[in-house]
């Protein structure tokens, strides 16, 4: 007698004889018109602008004869969070980027979109 390959998975004998019917999902037959309630799926394909993350940069601020001074700031880019430190130094002060937190210590900070916070 020759051996038969052995069939793994729920259901898998009773899919090969016929007896389970495929998923619902899988049956495109149950597909209603949209005249009858059925899903409009016509937007598919299009991309739909998601508002755009903030990450908090972390910014040093170098001033002769001074400590570095180091600046958290929720921006949604880093040009941005440089801007905005830039804004605020005088010319005598070089703005560099440092780095970036992660989303808990933004959230124990509780930094606001457009803060700037002393770290």
Known sequence: MAASPRLTGRGTAERARGNIRPHRACN???????????????????????????????????????????????????TAALAQVAEMATDDMQVELTGSLGRDLVRRLGLKPGEMRLV
């Open 28 to 78: 495109r037959s149950t597909r209603r018109p949209l005249a009858e309630g059925g899903a409009d799926h016509s937007d598919r394909g299009r991309s739909v602008s998601k508002p755009k993350k903030h990450t908090a940069h972390l910014i040093a601020v170098h001033q002769k004869r001074e400590g570095v001074r180091v600046y958290a700031v929720l921006a949604q880019s880093a």
